[in-house]
T-cell receptor, first 111, second 114 residues
């Protein structure tokens, strides 16, 4: 059974601080990793994707991947109240077409 | 920016009735998907579609479900005889030519079965 695990939270972070969201996955064959943001009642919105070990930065967001530890994380710098949402980690195996989602981590930015 | 569009935004249907959910993927995308999210639960894969045929489906996607791409733009999900447990948000997604590209999601259809 291929699993993607996330702490459900809520994770409370003061405005302006760094929010750190973590995700582990069970299948070593996983090749592509995605972070989606989902506001309540809305659809998943792509934030970042990463394929190679290391860091990938895009504006205030940094995705980090460690395939040896089967671990992927998302850092949000200078957190804003509008960042308050559920963050979904999603993983795609090389052979499969589907992506498998974690349950998501609820992030709450405190003004 | 191009987007995936879904209609209707909310569908209310009596149990046992057929329902068709519609999606217009991003125009130059080749891979199409349906996912669902039961309230309070995670997003679950239903089916993927490529080159006019199903490429992968989950255990959820049983004989009551079908997908179709009737023309060059629409991608539909049909549930033949709805059950109470089919109540969920249904998301359509599409992806470009490279199989490793990310999937982009539509706004979803909230399906309520009475």
């Amino acid at each position: 059974q291929k699993e993607v695990e996330q702490n459900s939270g809520p994770l409370s972070v003061p405005e302006g601080a760094i929010a750190s969201l973590n995700c582990t996955y069970s299948d070593r064959g996983s090749q592509s990793f995605f972070w989606y943001r989902q506001y309540s009642g809305k659809s998943p919105e792509l934030i970042m994707f990463i394929y190679s070990n290391g860091d990938k930065e895009d504006g205030r967001f940094t995705a980090q991947l460690n395939k040896a530890s089967q671990y992927v994380s998302l850092l949000i710098r200078d957190s804003q109240p509008s960042d308050s949402a559920t963050y979904l980690c999603a993983v795609k195996m090389n052979r499969d077409d589907k992506i498998i989602f974690g349950k998501g981590t609820r992030l709450h930015i405190l003004p | 920016e191009p987007e995936v569009t879904q209609t209707p935004s909310h569908q209310v249907t009596q149990m046992g009735q057929e329902v068709i959910l519609r999606c217009v993927p991003i125009s130059n995308h080749l891979y199409f998907y349906w996912y669902r999210q039961i309230l309070g639960q995670k997003v679950e894969f239903l089916v993927s579609f490529y080159n006019n045929e199903i490429s992968e489906k989950s255990e959820i996607f049983d004989d009551q479900f079908s997908v179709e791409r009737p023309d060059g733009s629409n991608f539909t999900l049909k549930i033949r005889s709805t059950k109470l447990e089919d109540s969920a948000m249904y998301f359509c997604a599409s992806k470009g030519r490279n199989s490793n590209q990310p999937q982009h999601f539509g706004d979803g259809t909230r399906l309520s079965i009475l």
